[in-house]
């Protein structure tokens, strides 16, 4: 499956559509409608959608396609429809001009100083009545579904860069683990007999009633317990896992964002730990060269869908 990414941007635009009159008759303003969807990251599906009045009828069919089709993301939807200019006049109808009339009649019998209507003022009128008549139902549903296409076409080409970048990424922990591995039993010795040459140093230096068999077990107890505490063998193996699980969720694909954070989490900890436990300078940078990669992999994982 293919992994996308929740940041992406469509645009597109209806042919012309031909006002409910012909030129040749006084024709209306034929209508274009644009329709752009802007994507950007969020832990749910978050939809807003910007539309002219005569679009708000079809707001439940809009948004009942885009929860069809995403899944997480800040969505914005933003609709216009653009009139063109007409080549003639539009021509009212009968219908109109007997409103028009009886409307004006009524004005005047109530407000005598009130002007009359002009032709220009009829003129105006009949070119809202021809937009008016105008259906976008069916155009503004259909240009959705190409915007929508367009939109999960840009999402899934950023999801595929992403997909590379992790897989990379995860290459050069993996890098990085195979450096550590063969310093842990080497600094874990090379610390244990340190600290036992320090408590023999201690102990020539003291005095008191302990043997020297005593003193050499309680050091050897000591450093033993202290070989521990820095051994990040653990840590390693845990994080060879967490980068397995992930590059395996990466291959499959599909809503795999928050799984991916979650995991992303546990390496951080994971290299955050070695970090902490680390008593040899090789090992701390190899923990330093981790976080950074890590920190960069969290980054670009909060945009995956």
Known sequence: ?????????????????????SAHTGAAPAGRLGMEIRSVNSRFLDLSLRLPDELRASEPALRELLTAKLKRGKVEVRAAIEMEKSVGIAAPSTA?????????????????????????????????????????????????????????????????????????HISQLRGLAIQAEPLVPQVVEQQRLRFVEKWREAMALSTGGVTPEAAHDRAL?????????????????????HLDELESLIRKGGEIGKRLDFLIQELHREANTMGSKSAALPLTRISVDMKVLIEQMREQVQNIE
């Open 1 to 21: 499956m293919q992994v996308y990414s929740m940041t992406g941007y469509a645009s597109v635009q209806s042919q012309s559509v031909a006002g409910a009159l």
């Open 96 to 168: 109109l001009l007997h409103k028009l009339r009886h409307t004006q009649a009524r004005v005047l019998a109530t407000l005598p100083q009130a002007v009359q209507l002009s032709v220009a003022d009829v003129l105006r009128l009949a070119g809202n009545e021809s937009q008016g008549t105008q259906d976008w139902s069916g155009e503004v549903i259909s240009l959705a579904r190409q915007a929508l296409d367009s939109l999960t076409g840009a999402r899934a080409r950023e999801g595929e860069r992403l997909a590379h970048m992790l897989l990379d």
């Open 221 to 241: 107890t000591e450093a033993t317990a202290f070989a521990i505490r820095i051994d990040v063998a653990e840590e390693l193996t845990r994080l060879k896992a």
